[in-house]
């Protein structure tokens, strides 16, 4: 009997590799599979907002990935693995009676817990190589900071200019040293979180250089989602 079945939606072809990645190691026993739509992230950044069409095409991929059966399991979860649309994830979840998780939730419920002792709310240092992401997160991070009526966070982010195109292009090294050079550049704070999914590859390059406490997406996803499935 395969274990449950869980459908992940990405907006970057960079994004399944981490994705499963992390499933693998986090939750071995679960059934992953991949929809992707590597249009959706041009498609954003070109119109500039979540525009109508672009909500309709996330309900339908939700939509789809819910349907979605080998004939014995039913899909028991969706994570989206891409980070700039939690508006139209958000809807997504609202549609549907199955766990639905935006990539970062699972990271911000560690980072607020391990600030949520600290003077003056905590310091979480967001790192990305996607600039259309830093509003939605910060907006995220507060929303979630708000909702368990917790002090928010100063939020400190920094993006790894030239990191997602190297990566793009093929050079994993270089979006690697971008992305640590970046993560050179913030301030102490009291975690970092490496805020994309096709991001987590160059964690080892910056826990190097950090000396806080450096969160994956990928890795906090696949394990809250573990957690939603299996009631835990």
């Known amino acids: 009997m395969p274990g449950p079945r869980i459908m992940l939606i990405s907006a970057l ?5 981490p994705a499963m990645a992390a499933m693998g190691e986090e939750w071995p026993q679960a059934s992953a599979h991949n929809l992707i739509d590597d249009s959706l992230a041009g498609d954003f950044a070109t119109i500039g907002e979540i525009s109508p069409a672009l909500y309709e095409r996330f309900m339908t991929l939700g ?32 549609d549907l009676s199955i766990p639905v998780i935006t990539p970062n939730e699972g990271a911000f419920d560690e980072a607020l817990r391990l600030c949520r002792a600290k003077e003056g709310g905590g310091r979480i240092g967001l790192l990305l190589t996607f600039e259309g992401s830093v509003a939605p997160l910060q907006g995220e ?31 994993g090294g270089q979006h690697d040293r971008l992305s640590a050079q970046a993560a050179q ?19 080892p390059a910056i826990r190097e250089l950090r000396t806080e406490p450096v969160l994956t997406t990928p890795h906090m996803a696949a394990r809250k989602m573990r957690r939603l499935v299996e009631g835990g």
Not at 13 to 17: D, F, R, V
Not at 75 to 93: D, K, M, N, Y
Not at 185 to 203: E, H, K, N, Y
């Open 13 to 17: 072809a960079q994004s399944p590799g």
């Open 63 to 94: 939509r789809y990935a819910a349907a979605s059966s080998d004939g014995q399991q039913p899909t028991r979860g969706i994570l989206f693995t891409c980070s700039a649309f939690r508006p139209a994830i958000e809807r997504v979840r609202n």
């Open 141 to 171: 991070i507060e929303a979630m900071a708000q909702a368990i009526g917790q002090p928010c966070p100063t939020i400190v982010p920094a993006v790894a200019t030239g990191a997602l195109e190297a990566l793009q292009a093929g050079d």
């Open 185 to 203: 550049t913030l301030p102490p704070v009291d975690v970092l979180i490496v805020g994309q999914f096709s991001m987590a590859r160059a964690a």
